[in-house]
């Protein structure tokens, strides 16, 4: 009977450290009285003791379920972040991948899943947004706005930039002129 009291003493007190870092989909609670139930009734150590790690694994994968949304979002907006503030940098996902900590295959898989778009797509995206921009001003020279957006290959650059657009770079400023 003392086992099975310092048992329920740790579960209580372990309870008790995870209430403040739960998930969403965790009841604590209702799990604890659960297992407090199932140690009260055991009549020996050795299923005291599996109830015990049964509890204690059932905990870590919630809590690693719950970990892995929450850090899902977070990183994959620092990520986000990242390439808006250094978009004219070369960026790749293996370097994204070492800057966060993540596995290569893990961040993609992720990014994809919060953004809907593979990271090729979401950095294309964002250096042809800011290529428009910088379109706008026509002293500004269209292989100049290519090494400025992080393309070193002036025909690689209008060749993005007319999938994107469905227009060249220089077609795409006499519109704006135009307007």
Sequence with gaps: MQFQTVCIRCLIELNGLLQGMKGDGIDLHGQLNKMLE???????????????TGYA????????????????GGVIKEVQLFIRRHFNETITLNMLA??????????????????GKNFVEYMTEVRM?????MLADPEKKVSDISM?????N???????FKQ???????EYREALNRQ
């Design 98 to 115: 070492d800057q966060f900590y993540l596995h290569p295959n893990y961040l993609s898989r992720l990014f994809k899943e919060k953004t």
């Design 38 to 52: 199932k140690i009260l009734l055991c009549d020996n150590y050795r299923l005291t003791i599996d109830c015990m």
């Design 154 to 160: 002036p025909r690689y650059f209008s060749k993005v």
């Design 129 to 133: 947004e800011k290529v428009k921009e």
């Design 148 to 152: 400025m957006a992080g393309y070193e």
């Design 164 to 170: 994107f657009t469905g227009m060249t770079p220089s």
């Design 57 to 72: 694994g059932m905990l870590v994968q919630k809590l690693n379920e719950s970990d892995e949304v929450q850090l899902g």
